[in-house]
C-alpha cells in the first residue's frame, strides 16, 4: 500500500459507481462515429480510479456498470431490425467479461503496491500488469464463445489518432496494451506521493512522447493494381423485401457505368449477387457478360449451395470459365448466420430464433485470390476483426485485402464506420492497401498508411476506381502474429497471480490479529 494515498484517492462507492458509468459513455465517443480519440484513454483512466479502494466483489459491480454503459452505447445499432433481445444479450455477455476483467484489476490496483513495494517497481511493474489483464480480456472474449466478438476493442478507437501508426509494431492488442498502460501509468503517478510532482509530470509527457515519436513501419510497394470497387446501394438486410435478382441487378447496373474502365480486377460486395450465379444460369450468364465485356475477373459475393451445406461465399469469375476459386466465410456470425445450441436457446426467444431460417457452415477454404498473379486477401464482413484470419492471408502472401461487406442491415447507424475504422488499422498493421466495399456503405479504400484514397457515398450507387500499391512488407506486427497478445497477457495474469497470493496473505495475517 502507498501510505496516505490509496485512502484518499477511493471515492465512495456510489459516487464510483456514477463515475464508472459516465466512464463508459466517454469511452464509447471515443470510437467512431464521434472519434474523438483522445477519449479513451481518458475513460480508461477513469475506469481505474473508480477501482481503488474497492474489494474483488464491488471491483466486479463497478466493471459491470462500466461495461454495460459502454456496450450497450456502442452496439445499439443491433436493435434498428433485431429489436432488443439481441443487444441486450450480447451487451450482457461482454460486460460480464469487462466486469470480471476489472474486478481482477483492482485486486492487482490495492496489491500490487505491497508486490511491488518500491516507488519504481510500482510504477513499473502495476501499469503492465494492468495493462495485460485489459488486453487478456479483449483476447478471449474476441474468439469466445462461439467464435468470439472482436468488436470495441480499445485499439480500434484509435485508427485516426496519432497513435494508430503503433499496430504496425504491436498490432491490435498491442495497442490495447499501450493505451492501458499509459493510463494506468498515469493513475499510478497520481498515486505516487514518494516521488516529487514535477517528476510525474515529467514522466506522463516522456511515456506519451515515447509512444508519439514511434515512426511508421516502412511499406515496400512490390507493383501496383488498378481496380474498380462496386456499391449497389441494394437494401440487403434480412427483413429487406426485394424481388429475386434485384440485388444482382443493382450491382449490374453500377458496374456498367464503369464498363469502359482499364481496370485489373472488379470486386462486388458481400450478398451481391442475390442468385447463386453456380445454381443458375442467368446469373452466370450476366456475370459472364461483365466479365467478358470488361475484359478481367470479378470477384462476387453470393450465398452458395453446395454438398446440402449453404454457405457465405465469395467467388473468383471468369468468363466462360465460371468460379475458378471460391472462399467460404469462416467465421459466420452466431445468432444472426447460424444458430449455435438451436435447441437450447429457442425456448428463450423463439420468435427471434427462428428468424435464423439457415445455418451458414463455417469454411474450410483458405482466404486467398490468385487474380492473374495479384495475389488478394478475401475477408468477408466481420472476418476483418477476425485475427487469425488475416493474419492467414497475410502468410499466404495476400499483396492487397479485400474486404466485401454488406450493412444494410444497420441501416445509417455507426456499425459501419465502426468497422471501417477496424479496415483502417488493419491496412496499417498489415501494410496492405484495404478496399472495404459494402453493399450500401461505407465503403472506401484505405491505403497502408491509413490514409482514404476513395471512399462513396453511403446508400447510393457507385464505384471507386483507383490504382492502388500492392506489398509484400511484413510488418512486425504481422511477424509476431498473435504472440505480443499472448506475451502481454502472460504478463498480467502472471502479475495477477502474484498480487492474489499477497492479498490472500494480508488477509489471513488480519484475521490471526483478531
Known amino acids: 500500500m502507498i501510505p496516505g494515498t490509496e485512502r484518499r484517492l477511493a471515492l465512495p462507492l456510489p459516487a464510483a459507481i456514477l463515475l464508472a458509468a459516465v466512464a463508459g459513455a466517454i469511452l464509447d465517443a471515443g470510437f467512431p462515429d464521434r472519434s474523438w480519440w483522445i477519449l479513451a484513454p481518458i475513460a480508461v483512466f477513469l475506469m481505474l480510479l473508480t477501482l481503488l479502494g474497492r474489494s474483488l466483489w464491488s471491483g466486479l459491480l463497478i466493471g459491470m456498470v462500466s461495461g454495460s454503459s459502454f456496450w450497450l452505447i456502442h452496439i445499439s445499432w443491433l436493435t434498428l431490425y433485431l429489436g432488443p433481445v439481441p443487444w441486450l444479450a450480447l451487451a450482457g455477455l461482454q460486460s460480464i467479461f469487462f466486469g470480471i476483467s476489472l474486478a481482477l484489476i ?17 510504477l513499473g ?21 462461439y467464435g468470439g466478438f472482436a468488436w470495441g476493442r480499445l485499439a480500434i478507437s484509435q485508427s485516426e489518432s496519432p497513435f494508430n501508426s503503433l499496430v504496425a509494431w504491436v498490432g491490435m492488442s498491442g ?27 515529467g514522466i506522463a509527457v516522456a511515456a506519451c512522447a515515447f509512444l508519439l515519436v514511434v515512426p511508421a513501419w516502412p511499406t515496400v510497394q512490390s507493383g501496383q493494381a488498378r481496380l474498380a470497387a462496386v456499391q449497389g446501394a441494394s437494401d440487403a438486410g434480412l427483413f429487406a423485401r426485394y424481388s429475386p435478382g434485384q440485388i444482382l441487378s443493382d450491382h449490374t447496373s453500377a458496374t456498367l457505368a464503369v464498363i469502359d474502365e482499364d481496370v485489373d480486377f472488379v470486386v462486388w460486395p458481400e450478398n451481391a449477387s442475390d442468385i447463386d450465379p453456380l445454381r443458375s444460369l442467368d446469373a452466370a450468364r450476366n456475370l459472364d457478360y461483365l466479365s467478358r465485356a470488361m475484359d478481367v475477373p470479378f470477384v462476387v459475393g453470393t450465398i452458395t449451395e453446395r454438398e446440402d451445406k449453404i454457405y457465405n461465399s465469395s467467388l473468383l469469375w471468369n468468363s466462360g470459365e465460371g468460379a475458378v476459386d471460391i472462399y467460404d466465410k469462416v467465421h459466420p456470425v452466431p445468432f444472426a448466420e447460424y444458430m449455435p445450441d438451436r435447441a437450447f436457446w429457442r425456448p428463450f426467444a423463439p420468435e427471434l430464433i427462428d428468424l435464423v431460417a439457415r445455418d451458414y457452415a463455417i469454411g474450410t477454404r483458405d482466404n486467398v485470390f490468385d487474380i492473374d498473379g495479384i495475389m488478394a486477401g478475401i475477408a468477408i464482413c466481420f472476418d476483418i476483426a477476425d485475427d487469425q484470419l488475416v493474419n492467414e492471408m497475410v502468410d499466404d502472401q495476400a499483396e492487397i485485402i479485400l474486404a466485401q461487406t454488406n450493412n444494410a442491415d444497420f441501416g445509417r447507424t455507426d456499425e459501419s464506420v465502426q468497422q471501417l475504422a477496424i479496415a483502417r488499422l488493419r491496412a496499417i498493421e498489415t501494410g496492405r492497401t484495404v478496399v472495404n466495399i459494402s453493399t450500401v456503405g461505407t465503403s472506401a479504400i484505405i491505403t497502408p498508411d491509413g490514409a482514404t484514397l476513395d471512399s462513396l457515398p453511403t446508400w447510393l450507387p457507385g464505384a471507386m476506381v483507383q490504382t492502388v500499391p500492392l506489398s509484400d512488407t511484413v510488418t512486425p506486427a504481422m511477424a509476431a502474429g498473435r504472440g505480443i497478445e499472448w506475451l502481454v497477457s502472460g504478463l498480467g495474469l502472471a502479475g495477477l497471480v502474484l498480487c492474489s497470493v499477497n492479498a490472500l496473505r494480508a488477509r489471513t495475517d488480519r484475521a490471526r490479529r483478531l
Not at 108 to 118: A, D, E
Not at 135 to 144: D, F, G, L, M, Q
Open 175 to 201: 495497442l490495447s496494451f499501450l493505451l492501458v498502460w499509459l493510463s494506468a501509468l498515469c493513475l499510478q503517478l497520481v498515486r505516487e506521493a514518494s516521488v516529487r510532482v514535477p517528476l510525474r509530470g
Open 125 to 145: 511493474m502495476v501499469p503492465v500488469v494492468v495493462a495485460g489483464l485489459w488486453t487478456a480480456r479483449e483476447a478471449i472474449s474476441s474468439v469466445w464463445p
Open 106 to 122: 483492482g485486486v492487482v490496483l490495492q496489491s500490487g503496491p505491497r508486490v511491488w513495494p518500491s516507488a519504481w517497481g510500482r
